[in-house]
């Protein structure tokens, strides 16, 4: 079974500085996907940033971007220039090739503060 | 718009009564998700289902109920067996890996259920 942890509780950083949220994840799997979603008080869960685990560029999405260590089974999340609207639920999530189940971790709670 | 709507946003029932969650989605994707989220906890998944009239337990199925009658439905009914059935629930949806080399689920806005 694939395991995601997150351990990371709750982070803050300044409005405009860099943070950078940390997952590892356990799979004797070769071929997988990692993603980002963002949860913001709303609640509503947002995709951030997809990895595929047979590309070894790391994923770049405007502010957002990963670092994608396959063999350390690391995939962490930066933020450029965090904005307010930054603040939120963070989830770090796994699926195999052939496997539409993700498994999540269990979140990063963070606050932007102005 | 296309999109994932889930009604009610906020749902209330007495312990003992079932309930069902409703979730529709316009995005013509062959594959939908229940989860259930509770604090300090991720999402963890009920049922799934990849094409309509099959489904499939997910994580924590017990107490739970689906159907996929139509494309765009995958109602949730929370029965009076779950033990501990308050929670945040959410449903999404993916175009299904099989068709395409794609996994990114999208959700909708979730339903708040109390059980009391």
């Known amino acids: 079974a694939q395991t995601v942890t997150q351990s990371q509780p709750e982070m803050s950083v300044q409005e405009a500085e860099t943070v950078t949220l940390s997952c590892t994840y356990d799979t004797s799997e070769s071929n997988y996907y990692l993603f980002w979603y963002k949860q913001p008080p709303s609640r509503q869960m947002i995709l951030v940033i997809r990895?595929?685990?047979?590309?070894?560029q790391n994923a770049t999405e405007n502010r957002f971007s990963v670092n994608f260590q396959k063999a350390a089974k690391s995939f962490s999340l930066k933020i450029s220039d965090s904005q307010l609207g930054d603040t939120a639920m963070y989830f770090c999530?796994?699926?195999?090739?052939?496997?539409?189940?993700?498994?999540f971790g269990t979140g990063t709670r963070l606050t932007i503060i102005p | 718009d296309g999109g994932i709507t889930q009604s009610p946003k906020y749902l209330f029932r007495k312990e003992g009564q079932n309930v069902t969650l409703s979730c529709e989605q316009n995005l013509n994707h062959d594959a939908m998700y229940w989860y259930r989220q509770d604090p300090g906890q991720g999402l963890r998944l009920i049922y799934y289902?990849?094409?309509?009239?099959?489904?499939q337990k997910g994580d924590i199925a017990e107490g739970y109920s689906v159907s996929r009658e139509k494309k765009e439905s995958f109602p949730l009914t929370v029965t009076s067996a779950q033990k501990n059935p308050t929670a945040f629930y959410l449903c999404?949806?993916?175009?299904?890996?099989?068709?395409?080399?794609?996994?990114?689920?999208?959700f909708g806005p979730g339903t708040r259920l109390t059980v009391t």
């Open positions: 990895q595929e685990a047979y590309k070894q």
């Open positions: 289902s990849q094409i309509v009239n099959d489904f």
């Open positions: 999404a949806s993916s175009i299904g890996w099989v068709e395409t080399d794609s996994y990114e689920q999208y």
């Open positions: 999530a796994f699926t195999r090739v052939g496997n539409e189940k993700l498994t």
